[in-house]
């Protein structure tokens, strides 16, 4: 069964880090891409950054761009993303996300639709003073 896990939530104050972490199970992640994106009430999904694994590629979202990094333990099959000057607009409930490859969308294609067919349970973060 394909399964996909988030931890590292939590609160924290503006300015501070996080790391969100995804364990996978059921699938070999090479052939996939996967992301991580956010809901916030009364807003759309919006996907943070996602990441191909062949070739390796990655994309981030314009207001995440140079504060958040994503990658992946390649022997573990996990994705991680690294959350630093976290912003109260940050605040949302974190979704790990993932696909198969298609030929007919690329990497941020996929990241900018906020759709994916496989999801985890989420996550909240909480950017607040």
């Known amino acids: 069964q394909l399964q996909l896990a988030e931890s590292g939530g939590g609160l924290v104050q503006p300015g501070e880090s996080l790391r969100l972490d995804c364990t996978t199970s059921g699938f070999t992640s090479d052939i996939w891409v996967m992301g991580w994106f956010r809901q916030v009430p009364g807003k759309e999904r919006e996907g943070v950054s996602c990441i191909e694994m062949r070739p390796m590629t990655t994309y981030y979202a314009d207001s995440v761009q140079g504060r958040f990094i994503i990658y992946r333990h390649g022997i573990k099959n996990e994705i991680y993303l690294q959350m630093n000057d976290l912003k109260p607009e940050d605040t949302g409930v974190y979704y790990c996300?993932?696909?198969?490859?298609?030929?007919?969308?690329?990497?941020?294609?996929?990241?900018?639709?906020?759709?994916?067919?496989?999801w985890g349970q989420g996550i909240q973060v909480t950017v607040s003073s």
């Open positions: 996300a993932a696909q198969p490859v298609r030929l007919d969308q690329n990497l941020a294609s996929y990241c900018r639709s906020g759709d994916s067919s496989l």
